[in-house]
């Protein structure tokens, strides 16, 4: 039986807005898809079913409490371990965690995207590449507006009111300063072809030699399974 | 005899001590072979053997007009139609052009380093990857001050004056905002070893790639 090799934890944050979605995805796309996963940070919003739905909408959704980063990490270190996960899912509409959940198999490659994985630590000590993507405040602020006001239906009151109380100093106080992480920093994220492609590159030459490393251990005589 | 095909050109740019030149020589140092090779923008500061030493010495080194910006893009141009050139080399302490040229053969890669390297327009069209090396700014004037009191002869007193009067200025007013253009934004230049490692294998890609459409061809 081939042994496992360790997969390689890409951790992609930024700004809402940033693009930073864009490239996990882009990245993703260049990759043989049974070789690469995403784990998105927004599918592991705490589940607020206790809480009344007024309740639930005063919550502070960039501020790391409103995340489960414990499940996040248990389930990355799962995946590492080579065990499949089912993923929650999350229900932007009634803000609580949805029933569905997402089979996910491990892979060579495992993505950790989402606005605060850098400001982590539990996170960033999985992480072998930190990237962060970068753009200008007022290019985040328009890509939210137009995605908040088109995606989730949301009033432009409503959305510039949510960006200046809890959107803009989240971003101050935690995602601006866990750039210091990164080992590279991506401008103009998602039409940034040149470090979509570099990076993919360096993704895909990990994936060669993973397959390497299976070749050369199938053809090798089995060897004894050593006790757990 | 082996034509380099589809030269490329990597760009490196940074305030004056982020770590460029040291990532640029240690992307150098995976390969160390004829197929890279490195060349300084500092190469090609203007001469001004008609002034003095004392009006070379306020000459502003950080500005776009000290350096030879046509000499530097035609150089380049050659390079990359398969031409040698003749890469000038400067003398500091003195602010002069020497007499000796270094011969610098075609290469596939050809990184490209200096501050300014992505300020000018006619430079980063030539770029097929634009890199900026970002570091804090009080690191970087503790590296200028010991490099420039170690290798290039300068007193303590200049160094900070030349800093606060024209390095300072023109890194916000040049050097900065051209960090806009960089495809890759790299902290702390070198001991980034996973930045180092991620354009090894680029490179290693655009050389195998090289390799095959030679291989085509023949």
């Known amino acids: ?228 | 005899m082996s034509h380099k095909k589809h030269p490329i050109i990597i760009g490196i740019a940074g305030g004056s001590g982020s770590g460029k030149t040291t990532i640029a020589h240690e992307l150098y140092d995976q390969f160390k072979n004829d197929r890279i090779r490195i060349i300084t923008e500092d190469s090609y500061y203007k001469d001004h053997p008609e002034m003095t030493q004392e009006e070379r010495d306020q000459i502003n080194f950080d500005h776009p007009n000290a350096f030879d910006t046509d000499l530097l893009i035609s150089q380049l141009q050659d390079l990359t139609s398969g031409k040698a050139v003749e890469m000038p080399v400067y003398d500091f302490p003195t602010h002069l052009r020497k007499h000796e040229t270094v011969h610098v053969e075609p290469a596939d890669i050809i990184i490209l380093e200096g501050i300014l390297v992505l300020a000018i327009p006619e430079l980063r069209d030539l770029m097929a990857i634009k890199i900026y090396v970002d570091t804090d700014d009080d690191i970087r004037l503790i590296r200028r001050q010991r490099r420039d009191m170690a290798e290039r002869g300068y007193s303590f007193d200049y160094i900070i004056d030349q800093y606060m009067a024209t390095v300072k200025p023109s890194y916000h007013q040049f050097v900065e905002p051209s960090k806009r253009y960089a495809d890759i934004i790299v902290p702390e230049g070198g001991g980034n070893q996973v930045a180092l490692d991620m354009l090894t294998t680029k490179i290693r890609d655009i050389l195998r790639r090289n390799d095959l459409e030679e291989q085509k061809e023949a």
Do not use: C
């Open chain 1, 1 to 228: 039986m081939a042994e496992r090799q360790k997969p390689l934890v890409i951790g992609i944050a930024g700004g809402s807005g940033s693009g930073k979605t864009t490239v996990a995805k882009a990245i993703s796309k260049r990759l043989p898809a049974d070789r690469v996963l995403i784990l998105t940070e927004d599918a592991y919003y705490k589940d607020n079913a206790g809480l009344s739905m007024e309740e639930r909408k005063a919550i502070n959704y960039d501020h790391p409490n409103a995340y489960d980063t414990d499940y996040m990490v248990s389930q990355l270190k799962q995946l590492l371990n080579g065990q499949a996960i089912e993923m929650p899912t999350y229900n932007f509409n009634t803000l609580t965690r949805a029933k569905d959940t997402i089979h996910v198999e491990p892979a060579d490659i495992i993505i950790v995207e989402g606005i605060l994985v850098l400001a982590s630590e539990e996170l960033r000590q999985f992480m072998d590449v930190k990237l962060f993507v970068d753009a200008d405040d007022d290019i985040r602020f328009i890509r939210r507006l137009q995605r908040d006001t088109q995606e989730r239906g949301r009033s432009i009151d409503w959305i510039i009111a949510q960006y200046l109380a809890t959107v803009k100093p989240s971003f101050n106080q935690f995602i601006e300063p866990s750039k210091k992480y990164a080992d590279i920093i991506i401008p103009r994220g998602g039409e940034n072809d040149v470090a979509i492609d570099m990076v993919s590159s360096k993704l895909l030459s990990i994936i060669r030699d993973h397959k390497r490393h299976e070749r050369s251990e199938a053809t090798m005589p089995a060897k004894p399974n050593p006790a757990k």
